[in-house]
């Protein structure tokens, strides 16, 4: 016996409500953004959308709801042959389209007429979307931040992994960007996001901070863009305005942790020398030329030493580049070991502690 359809709004999607979330729009779609957790189960698959938007634009709205009825219609029939040939009756589904328009409520009237208890999410991914910028906003002004900071190399982000490995609240947006934050940052191996599956994972684990309700959440400082993603503005304005704490080491031991850090990179001296011209607008030719040979050399030492030096020191001073607050308390690792930074992030979390 057909059911009827239910609708939703997307304030009160909790994921664990449901047996699954199933996108219905089609892959490239879903590919730049969707709710986490959700499959994807296109009515429409990437060239018949195209082919039905001509259609739409060149004929008329008639002809192409038309055909689109027909590709729709074998799309669904095909994944009721496969995907949900094996759901048993008290399957329960949450389905959406772009706009909780005809997509999501013809998938999901075939499977009510099934007699599968089906829900719509009212206004589609567009809902969702306004729905995670909306709440980024609410969470960066609710939630306490702590900025880790300190120049290039100091081990920001290792001690911020040891204070999560230890159990502290953390948001590592460096690595939900997939990126470690400078023009030598992008990881060769994972992409990055999409801008707005960027912000939907930040929403996503802005929402677990939140639900734990802790006093504080680390992060690491980072400026408004971290490789081709921007922060989104209230986040940043947040840690801005928040207390800051420095770390800092030795020269040295910056060097051999960057050397280690981006040892996937100085497997290609090529690759290197094409990012160092990425900073030709802020240096001389003959520095660019010195430094481009150094990488020709694999002199990585040299290289990185004088990036540091003349640079990234000059120009990303955690007390001088007016972008965070002044230090509240600073932290020295001696070198970048094990131990080293288990104590940096202790006292680090010692600090805080008396401080809440």
Known sequence: ????????????????????????????????????????????????????????KQESAFEARRAGAALVSGNIGRHLKSHFAGKPESYRPLIYCFRGGQRSHSLATVLAEVGWEVTLLEGGYKAYRLHVISQIENFSSSIQFQVINGLTGSGKTAVLCELEKSGFPVLDLEAIACHKGSVFGEDPDFPQPSQKRFESILFD??????????????????????GKLHLPVSLWNAMRDSPVLEISAPLDSRVRHLQSEYSEWLTSPDYVIETIDRLQPF??????????????????????????????????????????????????????????????????????????
């Open 205 to 226: 684990q802005l929402t677990q901070l939140a639900d734990d309700k802790p006093k504080s959440v680390f992060v690491e400082a980072e400026s408004s863009k971290i």
């Open 1 to 56: 016996m057909a059911k009827l359809i239910q609708h939703i709004p997307v304030q009160r999607v909790s994921p664990n409500s449901f047996d699954e979330i199933i996108d219905a729009r089609a892959p490239v779609e879903f590919a730049e953004d969707h709710i986490t957790g959700a499959i994807n189960l296109p009515v429409l698959w990437d060239d018949e959308r195209k082919q039905i938007g001509t259609q739409y």
């Open 283 to 356: 240096h001389s030719c003959e520095t660019i030329a010195e430094w481009k040979k150094w990488a020709a050399e694999s002199n990585w030492a040299e290289l990185i030493g004088a990036l540091l030096t003349g640079h990234y020191d000059k120009n990303y001073r955690p007390d001088g580049n007016g972008y965070f607050n002044e230090p509240d308390c600073q932290f020295e690792l001696t070198d970048h070991s094990a131990d080293s930074i288990r104590q940096c992030a202790e006292a680090i979390a010692g600090k805080t502690n008396q401080q809440g």
